[in-house]
């Protein structure tokens, strides 16, 4: 079992940054891939980046790339999202999910663990 607790989200500004990071225990943390997903209200969860398990491959989605870095310390067991030139329209509840599988995928069924998410509001 793998228990996941995000961190970092808050209020900020349009143009502004904020780094989310989500802390991982119960398992070896270099065997998991992780990821981050985002919910905002009346929307379906959506896919927002991933690592695998060395850091050494990321993945993100195209309305994030540029702009977003996810990042991992498998010595402290944590993963990060650093969020730069945030929008209004990234405001959701961000979760950090954990993965089994060796390949980074944008599919939540992917994803065996969850945390329970972060609220990040970004004010235009």
């Known amino acids: 079992q793998v228990q996941l607790v995000e961190s970092g989200g808050g209020l900020v500004q349009a143009g502004g940054s904020l780094r989310l990071s989500c802390a991982a225990s119960g398992r070896t943390f270099s065997t998991l891939t992780m990821g981050w997903f985002r919910q905002a209200p009346g929307e379906e969860r959506t896919f927002v980046a991933g690592?695998?398990?060395?850091?050494?491959?990321?993945k993100y989605a195209d309305s994030v790339k540029g702009r977003f870095t996810i990042s991992r310390d498998n010595a402290k067991n944590t993963v990060h999202l650093q969020m730069n030139s945030l929008k209004a329209e990234d405001t959701a509840v961000y979760s950090c999910a954990a993965s089994s599988l060796m390949t980074v995928l944008s599919t939540g069924g992917a994803y065996s663990y969850w945390g329970q998410g972060t609220q990040l509001t970004v004010s235009s």
């Open positions: 690592i695998n398990r060395s850091g050494g491959i990321a």
